[in-house]
Every structure is written in structure tokens, then in C-alpha cells.
């Protein structure tokens, strides 16, 4: 019998929670069970299984990166755009770091919801990029560039990676002005 008012988008939202105590690669289904107070079984009638929820996970923390990078490119453009979605991103990473991996799961392409939101994801890091003249091909290279060089830092960051006496601030500036100086200076 499934708990009274347990639904797949509450325990998606819960798995999300429990996923930034005890880490993505720890979010289990009998994990989930525990921390909701049902049976395993009992979160069949909501996610088919580990597979669903984190593919689910994956469209819920997508929809927020990517709502967190729109408000923060708004009204900007070029560098000031740059730095805020940067920023944006590395937030939601510090914030979310259970959660966070979620975000880079590639979407189906059967899938509607998740392309989606894959879609304004990506939608927010093109508009900054319009903004330096980068389209079609050159848009779609500058944009895994971002997603590599960010998703890069911040994961080196989140495992300690960066032992060097140095503010990890101040090069992640250095990182994103770097960025910015390659969009400037582009060449299709």
C-alpha cells in the first residue's frame, strides 16, 4: 500500500533531496524506500524502477539548471551574461552536489520532456553565445566548450582537486574571462 500522498513527482523530489545528503552514485531505490518509510515494492506504482528515477532525476534537475541560468542571463549580455550563467551553474553545483550529475545525463531523443528541457538548458548558454555573433556550427562547438570547461571545474572543485594555494574563485574568473576571450576572437 503506497503511503497516503506519495506521488512520482514527491518522490522524485525526495530522491533529489536524499541524492545531495548521501551522493548520486548512492541514490537507490531501497534508499529512497527507507528515507519515504515504504517497501521497496511500494515505489513500483510511482518509478518503474532505478532506471526511471533517475532518468525522471535527470529531467527535474535539468528544468532547474537550466530555469537558474536564464534568470541569471537576463538583461545581460557578452561577459556580464557569461559570468552570471557560469556562476549560475557553479551555484546550483555547490548547492546540489548530489543532484548535480543528474543534470549531465544526455537525453532520449524519444523523450519529449527531457529534450525539453535539455533544450532550455542549452537555449540559455546559445543566447549568451548570439551575443559574441556565434551561430549554427560555431554556436554548437562554443557551447560544448562552456558545458566542458565549467562541468570540468566544478567537478574538479567539488573532489578537491585543487590543492594550490590559489582563491579556486579567482581562477574560476580566470576560466570564464578565458572563455570570453576565445568567444571574442572566434574563428568558424
Known amino acids: 500500500m503506497p503511503r497516503a500522498g506519495l506521488t512520482p513527482a ?26 519515504l518509510g515504504v517497501a521497496v515494492p511500494s515505489l513500483y506504482k510511482h ?11 535527470a529531467v527535474l534537475t535539468t528544468a532547474e539548471l537550466a530555469d537558474e ?6 538583461g545581460r549580455a557578452r561577459l ?9 551553474w557553479r551555484g546550483y553545483a555547490h548547492r546540489h552536489p548530489g543532484r ?8 532520449d531523443p524519444a523523450d519529449p520532456e527531457h529534450l525539453a528541457v535539455a533544450e532550455r538548458a542549452v537555449g ?7 551575443g559574441y555573433g556565434l551561430r549554427d556550427d560555431a554556436a554548437v562547438d562554443a557551447t560544448r566548450m562552456f558545458r566542458s570547461a565549467v562541468h570540468g571545474f566544478v567537478v574538479l572543485e567539488a573532489a578537491g582537486g585543487f590543492g594550490l594555494p590559489r582563491s579556486i574563485d579567482h ?18
Open 124 to 130: 540559455a548558454i546559445l543566447a549568451v553565445l548570439r
Open 80 to 88: 556580464d551574461a557569461l559570468r552570471a550563467v557560469a556562476a549560475a
Open 47 to 57: 518509478v518503474r524502477g532505478a532506471e526511471e528515477l533517475h532518468h525522471r532525476l
Open 10 to 35: 514527491g518522490v522524485v523530489r525526495e530522491a533529489a533531496r536524499l541524492a545531495d545528503e548521501v551522493g548520486y552514485q548512492k541514490l537507490t531505490l531501497a534508499a529512497l524506500a527507507g528515507r
Open 100 to 107: 548535480y550529475p543528474a543534470t549531465q545525463r544526455a537525453p
Open 69 to 74: 541560468m536564464i534568470r541569471a542571463a537576463a
Open 171 to 188: 581562477s574560476f574568473d580566470q576560466l570564464v574571462t578565458g572563455l570570453d576571450t576565445a568567444y571574442r576572437h572566434w574563428r568558424p
